[in-house]
T-cell receptor, first 113, second 115 residues
């Protein structure tokens, strides 16, 4: 069974640029969630995708957007990068079973200069 | 709005000691509660998951309890080892806007076990 994978591992961008982060969900999972973790903080929920539709969103501006593909992999896009977007971005996949466990990938470290 | 608090923020103990990490949450309408481990710069490893109808879960030297009515959970680590050094995060799962099942995390407890 393949776990959750994310790419790239690290990324450096400058303010105002755009970035795309990628996530491959675990086999058998149809739901992907994205979280932002600033240094020294717990992860914050960005949004969740289920069957290619966004079905929930946290307190993040519209410049954070996403996609989910028919194979349930997902992208997180961030436009007009700001310095405060520097963080570890975590992807989690899950099924819609009764347990509700989310399985996390290793994350992408984004640095905005 | 759900808020999750973890106390203490940091903890340093000698090897072999038993320890307890605390987590509290403000809204008892949760689906489950999970404890995660995070090593520096890495992703999250799930340690224990307690369903809202359960009181505790055990895995090896770890035991987690849940008191939903009081909004509290504890993670007990027995006979701590230097390899247990990491940040431990508590998170509650609930339904957010739409039909999403969303995790709300505490800020974590940074544990250091001294050899």
């Amino acid at each position: 069974e393949t776990g959750v994978t994310q790419s790239p591992t690290h990324l450096i961008k400058t303010r105002g640029q755009q970035v795309t982060l990628r996530c491959s969900s675990q086999s058998g999972h149809n739901t992907v969630s994205w979280y932002q973790q600033a240094l020294g903080q717990g992860p914050q929920f960005i949004f969740q995708y289920y069957r290619e539709e966004e079905n929930g969103r946290g307190n993040f501006p519209p410049r954070f957007s996403g996609l989910q593909f028919p194979n349930y992999s997902s992208e997180l896009n961030v436009n007009a990068l700001e310095l405060d977007d520097s963080a570890l971005y975590l992807c989690a996949s899950s099924s819609t079973d009764a347990v509700g466990r989310q399985f996390f990938g290793p994350g992408t470290r984004l640095t905005v200069l | 709005k759900q808020e999750v608090t973890q106390i203490p923020a940091a903890l340093s103990v000698p090897e072999g000691e038993n320890l307890v990490l605390n987590c509290s949450f403000t809204d008892s309408a949760i689906y489950n509660l999970q404890w995660f481990r995070q090593d520096p710069g890495k992703g999250l490893t799930s340690l224990l998951l307690i369903q809202s109808s359960q009181r505790e879960q055990t895995s090896g030297r770890l035991n987690a309890s849940l008191d939903k009515s009081s909004g509290r959970s504890t993670l007990y680590i027995a006979a701590s080892q230097p390899g247990d050094s990491a940040t431990y995060l508590c998170a509650v799962l609930r339904f957010s806007s739409g039909s999403a099942r969303q995790l709300t995390f505490g800020s974590g407890t940074q544990l250091t076990v001294l050899p």
